[in-house]
């Protein structure tokens, strides 16, 4: 890899690599060597600017889950075709650890999550300078015995109230960053964000027609279900609570690598009013947000496994903000 | 000239007219009149006996599902070919039967079927389901499950024997898988960790590896699954390991994967999941799946039926 250390044999080998030694290895300071002093970190959560707003969230979250894991499942990656040597990498990971520490979900419990994140991230000469990330915060709330509307609400005011607390992401608030690829041209990719936006275009027969019978699908909030019936419900009441939000797809990567399934990432957003009845109670009009990454791997029948993370503490938030119920 | 496009699709075509499409009389045509059924719970002989068995098995969960989650397989149109189908099986226990009276509870499990097919025949069989997943589901441990079904069956001298190899019958298939290097990759992964090498699992198994193992068991990370197979091992330390069967297969667009049938032989002298050392001779009949990537084994699913371990531990004792 032109610019890369050479112990990194390639891209997905360089974010494993960098993602143990920051983490599992506690190299926090490394950050300061493989993450750009300005880099924009997207979280549903809000925006962060530079890689000292990282480390100290990275620290935070180790004295909370000191023995927290974080295995990659998969890299799905693309080169941009405008910058050579720059790279972006989709990083699905099962992180998971026992909540031991104080933090943001308050005193420890002793109990243990597991969930997905999904991370994408610009990389250029052993530099993360530019990312997108969503962690399954709906699911780490329940497995540490909250309700996500609840959870949201400490959060409100554990960060000052609603007129101080932290805002999540809106593209209101985007900075541009060094990266501007829209991923890669495979079939896969496009495929994948052809049956996103079907399905936001509400024609869920799509399901039954793309979807292999056997599908297994893993959503936010640390659930998952079987076949047809799952992935369709779950995806009507997601669209059903925002109708008519603007669908958005922003990056799309498709991979066809030897020993490997046909694969694709795509990040997309709804963005628009909380203005109907299905993952998130009574519409209220809310303005909201939702940054969704999805991954998807085909088999023989269909798509066979689907992989979608988005931060329901997030929306909620967003909401409470808007209504005003915060207490 | 077959139905059926693939070995593939003819497998999950015919499971799908077998149980969600009811035509359980179709088993007389595509199952062999004198075919050998040796499923963990029973050696079964003929097709009228596997038809009053899956007859019984929708009885009990009328809506079942059977979600052909992979098949592994090997062979050619003219030898025949030897599937290895891992399915994902859903219902609600709504009918009497062999679980006992309905509970109305929904329960989801899993399945591995070693079927032996020439021209659209199926004629020689190896099952496993994972019938320990369910009974926890319904509410039972393995263990009374097993106590309860000797009790219904008539008391120990009367009880179904589960499989063991004395009872085996040959069938028409004699093959032992297609030599490829995928599954000799996985079969040596197993032999070594059942020779107390379990730190084959640090350098062959990928750090994200996710597994499913009998009983409903899952687990993420190499630790959770060294754990697993040193349980299993630690309960039978000197019954001998056999490779059955393996099947590698690399296709284009699918991940590199593997089906091994294997199964070990021996007594019942550790300490484990299956209580104290009794020394009852069991048989373990068990199969692995498991799908490759760039960082080594990444999904695994290990079937074998630990009620029927359970019945010959509890029958030998008796």
Redo the contacts between chains.
């Keep these: 890899m032109k610019d890369f250390s050479n112990q990194f044999k390639d891209l997905?080998d360089y974010i494993?690599k960098i993602t143990k030694e920051i983490w599992e290895d506690r190299g926090l300071s490394t950050l300061h060597h493989y993450y750009g002093k300005d880099i924009p970190m997207r979280f549903p959560s809000g925006l962060v600017r530079g890689n000292a707003g990282v480390i100290d969230g990275t620290l935070a979250t180790l004295c909370e889950f000191p023995d927290r894991?974080l295995?990659?499942?998969?890299v799905i990656w693309s080169q941009d075709t405008q910058d050579t040597g720059r790279y972006l990498s989709s990083h699905r990971?099962?992180t998971?650890g026992t909540h031991t520490g104080h933090g943001a979900f308050g005193p420890p419990t002793g109990k243990r999550f597991?969930i997905r994140v999904i991370a994408d991230c610009a990389a250029k000469a052993d530099v993360i300078d530019d990312e997108w990330l969503i962690r399954d915060v709906g699911g780490i709330a329940r497995q540490l015995g909250w309700d996500p509307v609840e959870y949201a609400r400490y959060q409100i005011q554990t960060e000052g109230g609603p007129d101080k607390c932290q805002r999540p992401f809106h593209p209101d608030h985007d900075v541009d960053g060094p990266y501007m690829g829209r991923g890669n041209d495979n079939e896969w990719g496009q495929r994948l964000a052809s049956i996103l936006t079907q399905m936001m275009d509400k024609d869920f027969t799509v399901i039954r027609r793309e979807y292999d019978?056997?599908a297994r699908t893993e959503h936010w909030g640390a659930r998952g279900g079987?076949?047809f019936d799952f992935a369709e419900t779950d995806w009507m009441r997601l669209r059903s609570s925002f109708p008519t939000a603007a669908f958005k797809i922003h990056h799309v990567i498709g991979r066809?690598?030897p020993?490997?399934?046909?694969r694709a990432a795509v990040r997309w957003s709804l963005t628009g009013k909380h203005s109907g009845h299905g993952f998130f109670g009574a519409p209220t009009g809310a303005e909201v947000h939702v940054m969704g990454a999805t991954h998807a791997e085909?088999?023989?029948?269909g798509l066979r496994r689907e992989f979608t993370i988005l931060d329901e503490v997030a929306i909620w938030k967003q909401i409470h903000l808007h209504t005003g119920n915060v207490e | 000239m077959s139905r059926f496009a693939t070995l593939p699709d003819y497998i999950q075509g015919v499971t799908f007219e077998i149980w969600e499409g009811r035509q359980i009389a179709s088993l007389r045509e595509s199952y062999g009149t004198d075919m050998v059924m040796r499923s963990t719970q029973a050696l079964i002989l003929g097709t009228e006996g596997v038809i009053k068995d899956t007859l019984a098995a929708q009885a009990a969960f009328p809506d079942r599902e059977i979600l052909g989650d992979d098949v592994i397989w090997c062979g050619s149109e003219a030898e025949g070919y030897l599937s290895s189908h891992r399915s994902v099986i859903t219902g609600t226990h709504t009918g009497h039967g062999v679980f006992g009276a309905p509970t109305g509870k929904r329960v989801t499990t899993r399945c591995i079927a070693d079927c032996f097919v020439q021209d659209d025949v199926i004629t020689d069989e190896w099952l496993c389901y994972d019938v320990s997943s369910m009974v926890q589901q319904l509410g039972h441990s393995p263990r009374d499950w097993a106590a309860e079904q000797i009790a219904r069956e008539g008391g120990p001298d009367q009880a179904t024997r589960p499989f063991t190899p004395d009872q085996d019958r040959p069938g028409p298939y004699a093959g032992t898988g297609n030599g490829h290097e995928l599954g000799d990759r996985l079969a040596d992964i197993l032999s070594r960790i059942m020779d107390y090498d379990v730190a084959t699992v640090g350098r062959d198994y990928d750090r994200a590896v996710s597994f499913y193992h009998a009983g409903g068991v899952t687990g993420w990370g190499r630790p959770a699954v060294e754990a697993e197979w040193m349980q299993l091992r630690a309960a039978f330390p000197d019954a001998r390991f056999t490779i059955h069967h393996k099947t590698g297969r690399n296709d284009p667009g699918e991940p590199d994967r593997a089906a091994i049938r294997w199964s070990l032989d021996g007594a019942h002298s550790g300490h484990g999941r299956f209580g104290a050392p009794t020394g009852a001779q069991v048989h373990t009949m068990g199969f692995t799946h498991a799908e490759f990537g760039p960082w080594g084994l990444r999904r695994e699913w290990s079937l074998w039926d630990e009620t029927a371990i359970w019945k010959q531990i509890l029958l030998a004792g008796a």
Aim: overall charge negative; aromatic content about 16%; hydrophobic content about 35%.
């Design positions: 997905p494993l894991q295995l990659g499942e998969d990971l099962v998971m597991e019978r056997a079987w076949s066809e690598d020993g490997t399934p046909y085909w088999g023989e029948w």
